[in-house]
């Protein structure tokens, strides 16, 4: 399965989605905040998924720059509950996916592939 890189600063979602991906047989980093992500970003993730706003837009924004220049190849895949603040935006075009939250663990497994 995959390597996966979590990145939400909500600590309750943060937990759910953990158990749910690992439960799914997934090996999974979580990061609280952007610091933390790129801390926890290397060579052995194979796929990002994250919270746009953490806890603001401009910091979901400026994760996907730097992941997508350290790896064009990774997987990244967007959540948020704030959809209007990404589409049109240049960053939507560096991603993978991306879904309005809420959303279910099967789309978010769909969504890995």
């Known amino acids: 399965m995959s390597r996966i890189l979590l990145v939400e600063d909500d600590p309750d979602q ?8 690992e439960a799914a047989g997934h090996t999974v980093a979580a990061a609280d905040s952007a610091e933390t992500a790129i801390a926890a970003f290397g060579a052995g993730v194979d796929a990002v998924v ?26 990244i895949i967007v959540l948020s509950g704030w959809m209007p603040d ?13 879904a309005a939250k809420p959303v279910s663990s099967r789309k978010l497994l769909e969504l890995l592939g």
């Open 14 to 21: 943060l937990s759910i989605r953990k158990l749910m991906l």
């Open 86 to 98: 990404f589409s049109g935006l240049p960053e939507a075009g560096l991603v993978s996916a991306w």
């Open 50 to 75: 994250m919270d746009l706003r953490l806890p603001h837009t401009e910091n979901g924004l400026e994760l996907i720059r730097r992941f997508r220049g350290v790896s064009p190849r990774v997987r």
